[in-house]
């Protein structure tokens, strides 16, 4: 089943002279179940396709489809809550609020929706991530590599359709960046999570199913490694 496709998506950036075409034409497509990373040089454009397909930016031209909704037919509202209940996003910064819990922060995106979580689930997500003693504390009295763990749970709350990960290990040290990336595949693995992943490091791009590169803008190959 198809979870994701974009359709000659162009995106420029300015005007006249000074306009920037950041992504020239890219096609994509992504299955549900598929653990695909996205790499290629800084400037490449994959930071910025990642945030069209995530409905933070829009395209100049093209369309993007995910489960079934085309994100163009959304107005700003109707985009927001659509991106809190299907598209799960995951920096390289936590953007966690600093006055919440890290339970209130995890669980933002139904409480936004006045939900109440599956407390099966919740407890599920934070024990896999190794927040079960955290989840009062407030975000400064955690280390990095903890606080990116209560933003993937935070994405990962409201069982997304497609995760979204931009850079999720760039702000940490090389030991964080192992446990972060050992514990998506956890959730790929056991939770059957359809994961695109943009990263500049080609070791974990090399444990990802598909590796998809970019360069000025397209995508250059798509390899399968299933």
Known sequence: ME???????????????????????????????????????????????????????????????????????????????????????????????????????????????????????????????GLEEKRNMLPYQLSGGQQQRAAIARALIYRPAILLADEPTGNLDRKNSREIMDLLKVFYRNLKQTILLVTHDEKFALEADRIITMEDGRIIADQSRR
Request: charged share 25%; proline share 3%.
């Open 3 to 129: 979870i994701l496709r974009c359709e000659g998506v162009i995106k420029k950036f300015g005007k006249g002279e000074n306009q920037v075409t950041a992504l020239n034409g890219v096609n994509l497509s992504v299955e549900q179940g598929e653990f695909a990373a996205v790499v290629g040089r800084s400037g490449s454009g994959k930071s910025t396709l990642l945030h069209i397909l995530g409905s933070v930016d829009s395209p100049t031209e093209g369309s993007v489809i995910v489960d079934g909704v085309d994100l163009g037919t959304l107005n700003a509202s109707e985009a927001a809550i659509f991106r809190r209940r299907k598209i799960g996003l995951v920096y390289q910064f936590y953007n966690l609020i600093p006055t919440l819990t890290i339970e209130k922060n995890i669980l933002m995106p139904l409480l936004l929706d006045k939900r109440k979580p599956e407390r099966e689930y919740y407890e599920q997500i934070i024990k896999t991530l």
